[in-house]
């Protein structure tokens, strides 16, 4: 058994246009690098973080990692001091899932050490954990993809039930990422409580449309399905730039475009790398017509999720 491990944990869209707080994928970058060690005593001892200029806590009841592995431990009754050293390479606050990416790799890594006396899957509710101190819900539709890799539909939470679904190879996705933070306890915030009928009709039927589009390999049910009605009308507003991005990103010929997570970044997925590529490059300099900077990334669909990168 080793007693260090190395892993990536990668970034993730979540929500997908039509499916707030359900649906989400990974990406193969960017993501975070967590390295865990078995050490003395029994704490859990957050040693190192970089990559995001002191902006998060090193104290392990306040960081979402420490968190999580706490709780695991705790789950598991394990007495086992755990350091974590975790090395940030996604941007904080981006909407790119970057505390689920640290939680779920914390987790992971830590199940590994103690001999994953947990499936993959069920390392869940822990990561969900972290989620919960970093903007007071635990959602899990960041932490699926990022742990388990591809598209995954949180389709109950209570209890839990995580369905991985199919993905058409081809599958690209442009995210932009523009500089300028929004905190997801503030992103949601701002959600109306109430939602028209019509509009849940129509947010229901996209859900459906875009899932059966996966199954079936569909682009262009997928393309039909990438709406969200509800939420990305308000959300947007705290975008800036957001009706020229999408534009921009689908005149470059992208299937849809929608706010990736609580934003502020915004993903457009693609039929081929050529076209994801055309489609980030578009929505970057429509953005400098606004004074903004922006990361831009172009990925495909990353099937594996966390994975362990180093072990000794
Ligand atoms: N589903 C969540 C939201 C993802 O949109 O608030 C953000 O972490």
Sequence with gaps: MADSITVFAPATVAN???????LGFALHKPGDKIVARLISGNEVVISKITGEEGKLPLEADRNTAGVSVKALLQKLGIQQGIELEIHKQMPLGSGLGSSSASSGGAVFAANELLGRPLEKKELLPFAMEGERIACGAAHADNVAPS?????TLVRNYHPL??????????LFCAVIHPHVQILTEDSRRVLRRRVRMEDAITQWSNLGGLISGLYEKDYDRIAASLTDVIFEPIRSLLIPGFDQIKAAAI???ALGCSISGSGPSVFALCRGSETAEKAAKNMQDNLADFG?????????INPHGTVIIDEN
């Design 16 to 22: 997908v246009a039509c499916g707030f707080d359900a």
């Design 147 to 151: 742990l388990l890799g591809g598209f």
């Design 161 to 170: 039930d995580v369905i991985t679904l199919p993905f058409p190879e081809d």
């Design 251 to 253: 005149q470059s010929g």
């Design 292 to 300: 903004l900077d922006s990361d831009i990334y172009v990925s495909a």
